[in-house]
């Protein structure tokens, strides 16, 4: 798998500086993938994440199989032609949504029966449709359709699932190998061609669980695996151990990716855990909200303190909100309920949690990533300024 | 007044190709000036304004004097440096949005008392308090105070209007050259001391009263003229009727602007009846519930002949939006009510309308404005396709 990932450095801690190739370009790791839910990142055009440097985002499979339809996408030539970003696209099975989002779920060995949250219609998802839906929106990394359950989960609930999870894996990857045979080379879209599927490892908070669906994982060959149903509610101690436990039996050479982290700074303390790959709703959706993320801690910017404040947001910043903009009118724009509130906060958040990862990247070549932990520990975890 | 306003040229119908100069840069007129209602364009940044073309905006004093305040604008440097926009600024007088957004107005000779639509606090706006907060926002170009009454109006009501409306408009002026000359300049930021201060015309749809405005106005020297209370339900024709009763007594050497209007295809009608300058919120409003404006006429983009439309919306526009994306992208943008949508359709729309003047302006210098009139006409008359 040389071609498709490259460690070029991996310091004492575990943390890995790599280089992930996809058929939309090379991914310099560790990455944080900016979420485009429904094929947009909320507030952001496809022009200003070029500029800003993403080389990759997430979109969601569950919203874009029933909004606009994957078979209208691949229709129209796949999802990067669909949303015009050229660049790397990673999808999620859809799992996860169908677990939080729809309604009338109901789980069997052969799959997700659910009740869309749009209209209410039924939808089976299984293994096998998730691989099809992915094809057919031909992201560049897919994942596999795994069982996400609540947490806390009592033990047998969660091997239950671990089980399940495993055996959907088999089923997805047998499938999606079966896809590729048959199409040589999976689709008649060219980018399907060398999309890249991702197990899922899961096991909610228990240690021997995590590991055990790790190794079950193993032996099926993936290109890369996936660290899910952490971050969902347990302390961060636990999803740092959890994620240990797992990265230590994953092997060197494949890219693993810790989904839906996490908070600016928690970053870094993932990747010290050897991750390489992480995404999160949080720089978008605080950033709808007004609270901004600044090299001197989190600004809740419709705070009275910044009424008279003609100072940019972050005098260190150099994303285009704060090379304009005053601390002042960004209030007023919050506070207004202005469209121009979350295009700006978008802007800057997202430039925001980019160059943390470039940050991490250089800390980790310089062998410094434990010192830019602590700093990001110590400016995040104070209440907000 | 030739170096406020310059007529680089006349055509016979009495379209005019001009420059208007303030202290924030040069406009060309025939000029459309995007609303900026709260010191914002919804839905797109001010770089993207400046890219497109865009040489003056309206903000709403209204909006300003409610939230944040004219002093904390003037405090922090006046409104260009709040919005962080280098080019010119005209603002309304606040008192068509008293007149349709406020409750509870009492209107007195003395001024117009209403509650905020904010926090219901009782508010006082007098012609001079209508000068002093446009002096403290520090606009190039400022209005006074009118009486603005619905239509159709009883011709006893019209008149009363009128009345009023000359007297405030002769106590704003008197006060603004008072500001003036007290201020050395009018104002301790540099950019007010060059404010022009316009006359509105009122009248309703009475002919003789719009003449009658016109005239007490013209006793007050203004640097130029709005005609304002129309486009307010009465049809195009009387619009235009109304409209050419006024610009034919106003002085050719001053610059009159219609405020409120217009749609795509009477742009040119207005134009060709002598106005400069026009303001509208259309384009941005229209944006946002996807109805968008193309060489081809309206696209209402939700429509499900759209869905699989892999065409730009408008393949003869060169916004950034019809350069990248789709209409079928576009649709489910909207369809999903995403931000995007609002984003991508006020880009274009903005530019279309910044287009058509330039298109216009092209027209006068070559003699065939009423041609574009007519195909803006046939374009956009039509139902929506």
Known sequence: MADVFEVLHEDPSGARLGRLNTAHGAIDTPAFLPVGTAGTVK???????????????LANTYHLYLRPGHALIRDLGGLHKFMAWPRAILTDSGGYQVFSLAGLRKITDQGVLFRSHLDGAEHLLTPEKAVDVQLALGSDIAMVLDECIETPAPRGHAATAVKRT??????????????????????????AAS???????????????????ARQLLDLDFPGYSVGGLAVGEPHAITCEMTAEVTALLPKDRPRYLMGVGKPEQLADYVALGIDMMDCVLP??????????????RVLIRNARYAKDSRPLDNQCHCPACGRYSRAYLRHLFLAGELLASILGTLHNVHFYLDIM??????????NLAGLSSELHARFQADPS
């Not at 470039?358 to 062998?367: M, Q, T, Y």
């Open 166 to 191: 495993t055996e959907w894996a088999r089923r997805s990857r047998k499938h999606f190998q079966e896809c590729a045979r048959r199409n040589g080379g999976l689709d008649s879209a060219g980018n």
């Open 284 to 297: 978008t959706r605080a950033a709808r909200h007004g609270c901004l993320y600044t090299s001197h801690g």
């Open 43 to 57: 507030g952001i055009t496809q022009e200003s994440l070029e500029d800003l440097g993403a080389q990759i985002l």
């Open 358 to 367: 470039r940050r991490i990247r250089d800390s980790i070549a310089f062998g």
């Open 195 to 213: 999309q890249l599927q991702f197990g899922i490892v899961q096991g909610a908070t228990f240690a021997d669980l995590r590991r055990e669906s």
